[in-house]
């Protein structure tokens, strides 16, 4: 049973890393973890939701916003992908990046449709983690 | 060690075994104590776990105000900060300069931002390293590095001598001395440990001080010195990086140090000319002692001594945000805010201060806070001069009173003795050319104002201000500590204040001036005008034999200088200004090199603002001649004569009102000529 989880974890692991949707930088959360923090990746990705929570809703406010302010919108963004390359989610990095190209060429339409993207990679990376710590723990 | 799940601070339950007296332990690094800056929850945990896994001590932070403070209080408790540059709160390049003003510890930036100019926005402001994010734990394992090579070059630059031969004997003297100082100042058991280590150090690196190699640059005092002098030449308007570095004639120094130094500078002066409002007041005091008794120079205060080590070692900008900070302090009036200096520092200035008769009350009021500025030289401005009685005052005050508050005012105490130099000039000069003493700038106000005290604040020289004696050797410590950093602080501390026991003169007198401007130079560099300072601070010879300094400068002795007690530093200063103000002047000034062992006296007469070493006779407060451009020294010129009280208990009491020296360094178009002697 024991050994029949790890293997799920890890066929999982290996997915999502092949698939994109995390990077080493995943690899060295884990690494780091050990005997006195046994659960700091997950703790580390609860975080990241948390705070993820936050600019996405700063974010759609933002573009809502009539004029849009692009500048702040570039702003929330950058924060948002720091903190996704800090758990090495490589693909919502990747929208947030396009994101950031739109916002440069100042257009609101192509920031809206982006940023659907951006939640969609978000949320489905989501649902994977989640399902890869029920397996991991 | 962290206090709470939720609490975004978690405070190192231990001491780190590293901390104490051997830079490298047997564990080194383990125990590094590190703060990581980050508003990033998700970054900043997972640093602070890869910080524990490389068995660093770690203290973590989301706000920059935060971490500030965290410093500020335990002002030896960090041994390096890591900090984001894109923070709510502050942006991280300021907090860098803050840090590297008041605490003088390495920092490391992070950004997710590799993009080049950020990058080198970061090298400038002074980051030991930048890091892109994600970080990985490699990145941190070597972190230490930093710290040792950050102590190696403060150590260095302390003792770096120009001359050379000097160094030899500042290093022994040096690290006695500050050890003394250490204690009385700021104590810190760690700050005297560090100063012994420090002086191992030392031993080990005499030889190739000369040649400082470092892959980055530092500005000792020596260095600043001479960047400052050919910013007086040029006149703050028209001084341009390519211009300075020309004229600065430094091998290895390229125009983006000097640049991003301008910079820091021109910060200080800003800073400082808030301060320097107050400093008006003071500085007509500090001019009009003729006979300066150095007047105990205040006491480095771990302000100042900050303040001088900021001034070798923190980048420019870390330097000008200590002057400013110092300023700021200081001056309540002064709207500068200096954040990072402590209250506490400027107050011992302007305890100092009061004793100086006139600018007293003014100094207390401003000189409190900018009299650590003043030994900055960013930003005096001219009106400073007329400060600078006062500010040297209050510098003093402040230096002193940063000696004592921590090492890790090494920056600020860098600035103050930079600025005190200049107040001590005038305290212990009476001769109002202190004022110009601040080391750095100073040797260019030196020579023009014959700021005796100034210079002697540098090298702590401060102590003759008292009447006590002026140990040139302790100063000499002061002075090299000055580069030094918190740990050096300690040196410079004392020779501020008090010459291993004398501190207390020192501090009152310029001493603290001299601290400043040991730092200013770069504390190396300084030796001699260090030395200069010492001996003019020397109350008890008021009369500002500079003959007989004349011997002692050399400028590239500094050491002898400092070595020379009996000399009174008024001598020394005078002798200095009157080199450097080259104009015949001087009083006596056979040294025909001016106390700036950079040998950029000479040339800088023309900065001071005028005659102002003539009058130096008396006066050395001449400080005005300082060019600063920028920064005014002029407020640090606290020439004012200090009469032998101790400056120490002059700014004990004055504490709020010694207005920092306000920027006198700036006193540009001051005159001293009419600084009786």
Redo the contacts between chains.
Sequence with gaps: MENQKKRQAAYMKRSLLDQGYLDE?FI??E??Q?DA?PN?VE??VK??Y??SARFIRNIELALENAPCDFTRLD?LM??F???S????ARRVQRQCSQFQEYCNAKNIEGCKNIFQGVKHEYATLKTKLEAYFQMER | MNIGSGSLVTVPSSAASWKSSDVVSDQFPVGLRVLVVDD????L??LE??LR?CHYEVTKCNRAEVALSLLRENKNGFDIVISDV?MPDMDGFKLLEHIGLEMDLPVIMMS??DSKDVVMKGVTHGAYDYLI??V??EALKNIWQHVVRKKKHEWKDNNFDQSGSVEEGDRQQKPSEDVDYSSSANEGNWKNSKKRKEEEEEAEERDDTSTLKKPRVVWSVELHQQFVQAVHQLGIDKAVPKKILELMNVPGLTRENVASHLQKYRLYLRRLSGVSQHQNGLNSSFIGRPDATFGTISPLNGLDIQAIAAAGQIPAQSLATLQAAALGRSATKSAISVPLVDQRNLFSFENSKLRFPEGQQQLNNSNKQIDLLHGIPTTMEPKQLANLHHPSQSFVGMNMQVNSTSQHNNSVLMRMSQSQPRAQMLNGANNGSQVSRLPLSMQQSLSSEGIPGGVLAQSGIVDNARGSVYNPVSQASSMVDFSVKSKELQSYNFSLGSNSSGISTLTNRGMLQEAMNSDIKGSRGFPSNYDIFNELHQPKSQNWGLQNIGSIFDASHHPSIQGTQGVSSQLLLQQGISSTHNNGQNRNAPIGKPMYSNGEESGHASPMGGPQLNSVGGNMLAVKAERFPEADYRSIIFPEQFGQDDLMSAFLKQQGSVGPVETEFGFDGYTLDNLPV
């Design positions: 930088q060295h959360l690494e780091l050990d923090n700091f703790e580390v975080l990241y948390t705070d702003n950058y924060q992908k720091g903190s390359s800090s758990i090495g | 990033d929850p998700t970054c945990r997972i776990k890869m896994n894109h997710a931002d994010k994600p990985r734990i």
